[in-house]
């Protein structure tokens, strides 16, 4: 399919109208829903469930107050549902089938609404920066995944076990582009089979749920530099947040 895409934007072809119109029409849609988008308060989703900072939640959900997104986050999250829309209209016009278009899933209560189904195949979209996209392209691992996808994508191949238009319901994928650069990969992974997601779902609810403030999942780390050569660390004495704390406002 990424061949394919590329394939597209190398190779000069006629366009149909069809898939002009309906992309002008998502964007449009697009548009309108974010720039009147209004704040909400918190919602356990499977977006967010899978944050490996139980804490995170445990306080967003305890915060009376409703926090409205700063400008360059609101332009952040439009220009990735841009970017979305884009990707899968490439995948359109490359000949591939899409289905399922934002569906909505639920497991133990817990909605989320997954991407798209391509020929049968479960595909989350994501917009990264190029670090982020590095940890894509040698896939996705639980200690690089500082947001919670892979459980996210789990929780919608789960959904999709009853699902007829997934007829693959051994493994998802990401597909991701790197917004700096525009390269595009696809990081396929197999359902983790070892964990009972929906008791799972059951576990994190009740740790949000909880009297009790879950453990702090991250501690400061050590600031410094590596040789360029020996590539030896030195530390300098500081110390900085994981990329995760930033985005708690507690």
């Avoid at 069809?18 to 849609?29: I, M, Q, T």
């Amino acid at each position: 399919m990424i061949q394919d895409v590329k394939e597209v934007l190398t190779t000069p072809q006629e366009v149909p109208e069809v898939l002009v119109k309906d992309f002008g029409e998502k964007v449009s849609g697009i548009m309108k829903s974010r720039l009147e988008e209004k704040p909400r308060g918190f919602t356990l989703r499977m977006s967010n469930i899978g944050n490996p900072c139980v804490r995170q939640l445990w306080l967003q959900k305890r915060d009376p107050e409703v926090h409205p997104l700063g400008a360059s986050t609101r332009l952040k999250f439009l220009f990735g549902d841009l970017i979305e829309e884009l990707l899968f209209f490439l995948v359109k016009l490359s000949g591939h089938k899409i289905e399922g278009e934002q569906d909505e899933a639920e497991i133990e209560g817990i909605k989320g609404h997954r991407d798209r189904v391509i020929d049968g195949h479960l595909v989350d979209t994501k917009s990264a920066s190029s670090n982020s996209f590095e940890n894509f392209k040698k896939g996705l691992t639980p200690e690089t995944d500082k947001f919670g996808y892979l459980p996210q994508l789990n929780l919608y191949l789960e959904h999709a076990q009853e699902d007829p238009l997934v007829t693959d319901k051994d493994s998802a994928s990401f597909m991701v582009m790197d917004k700096q650069h525009g390269h595009i990969l696809l990081d396929t992974h197999q359902k983790d089979r070892d964990i009972d997601w929906k008791d799972a779902v059951r576990r994190r609810v009740a740790e949000v749920e909880s009297d009790i403030m879950p453990a702090r999942a991250f501690e400061p780390l050590e600031d410094g530099s590596s040789h360029k050569d020996t590539k030896e660390f030195s530390p300098n004495g500081n110390l900085y947040l994981d990329t995760q704390c930033s985005y708690c406002k507690q």
